[in-house]
Every structure is written in structure tokens, then in C-alpha cells.
């Protein structure tokens, strides 16, 4: 039996940048899922602070005015909130509604 040596000119692959520029030049496509990961997650809680701030805290605020609009919101946050919950219990649109209208 022979070995086959030639490496076709594939020497130079052994070559892997380390600390920031691994992530920046990556083309590993579990770096790039790695990446994927950690930036959804960061938007995410960014994203998540934002609306939060916004959106609570305007109807807070609004409440300890007695204002209209304020306790609208809020109300319409918490409504949103618990339909949302009730279409990823159901799965359709149509039975969320069944299942927020349904007594008992």
C-alpha cells in the first residue's frame, strides 16, 4: 500500500487568528452561529428594556395623574400581554380569541 503526501498546495489552512479578530474574520459557520446567538440575545435585552421603559412606565406615571389615555395604556399592555399568552397556549389566532371569550 502507498500514502498519498501531496497536500495540493492546502499548507497554509493551519492558520486561525485568536482573541477579536477570530470572530471578526470568521468564516466557521459555528463562530458565525456563536455570533448569531450573542447578538439576538443582546437586541433582545436591549430591545426589551426599551419597551419597557416606555410603555410601563408611561402608564405608571400616567396613573398617579388619573389620566385617561395613561390608564388605557395600561390596561391595553396588560390585554395585549395576556391574549399574546393565550395565542402561544392555543396556537391560532381563532382559539385565543375562543379561549380569552370562553366563561368557566
Not at 466557521?28 to 419597551?51: E, P, Q
Amino acid at each position: 500500500m502507498s500514502a498519498v503526501l501531496d497536500t495540493h498546495g492546502h499548507a497554509d489552512h493551519g492558520y486561525h487568528p485568536g482573541g477579536i479578530m477570530r470572530w471578526i474574520t470568521t468564516t466557521n459557520h459555528k463562530d458565525i452561529g456563536t455570533l448569531y446567538l450573542w447578538f439576538s440575545f443582546i437586541m433582545f435585552m436591549v430591545g426589551g428594556v426599551m419597551a419597557l421603559g416606555c410603555t410601563i412606565g408611561q402608564g405608571i406615571t400616567g396613573m398617579s395623574t388619573l389620566a385617561l389615555g395613561s390608564m388605557l395604556a395600561w390596561l391595553s399592555i396588560l390585554g395585549g400581554g395576556y391574549f399574546g399568552l393565550k395565542y402561544l397556549e392555543e396556537g391560532s389566532f381563532g382559539s385565543a380569541i375562543r379561549a380569552v371569550l370562553a366563561r368557566g
